[in-house]
């Protein structure tokens, strides 16, 4: 019989470092936002506790993990923990083999929601705009980052508090970069970039892309960055900067 009370990540931290330990390959500070902003259970089978589970906002499961000795239980459990609560959907990063098997079991529909980049050891064309005109913005900044990117960057004056923007600029603005702390993977820093409209097809967003890298490097992190599955040009913006994905985030319906 499958039981399950609600923790915090502290009481479950050592299940939760097993968990990280089991992963393929690692994923951006959207899903980590996700597992972190969720609910934690703590599952017991007869009374034995055999792993754990998390949700996001009532409705989305964000992380199913069973202990090794318990694996035999885990598609049991899980499908008892889609009965018993209200989950409609998981984020599933392919590199999570277990939590992607059991959604394969019980799945009514996939979307593809992002991929997660790596980089390699492959030689690129070097960045079309020098690092000389990558600056850190600050409060002064924001208003003409809003107008010229919209709603891109979400909680844009912390952000900027916090020294995670940078602006690519001479004489004008050519675009933005954002490096992001991870907080599950914290080898690794979460890079990003928007081009303004007018300059996009021009280099802009490589060369931000490019240069957030090698400040990762410089700063001993591995540069991580994502994006939506199906934005293409910003796939083919980081693969032309070193980058390759084999990390997937899958949103599956139960």
Known sequence: MLDYKKVSLNEINTLFEEYVASLSDVYDDFLETHILDSDFYLMSYHGEEVGYFAIFEETLLTQFFITRTALHLAQGCFKSLLEKCKVTHGFVPTCDELFLSLSMDFHRKIDLQAYFFTLTERNVKPPVYPKSMLRLANLSDVENIKALSGDFFSELYQNVSDRKIYILEDDEIYGFGIMETNRIH?????????????????????????????????????????????????????????????????????
């Open 186 to 254: 914290k080898f690794c820093r979460g890079i990003g970039m928007f081009t303004v409209e007018k300059h996009r097809q021009k280099g802009v967003g490589r060369s931000i892309i490019l240069h957030l890298s090698d400040l990762c490097k410089t700063l001993d992190y591995q540069p991580l960055p994502g994006c939506w599955y199906h934005n293409y040009n910003s796939k083919r913006t980081l693969e032309s900067c070193g980058f390759a994905s084999k990390t997937r985030l899958l949103k599956v319906e139960y």
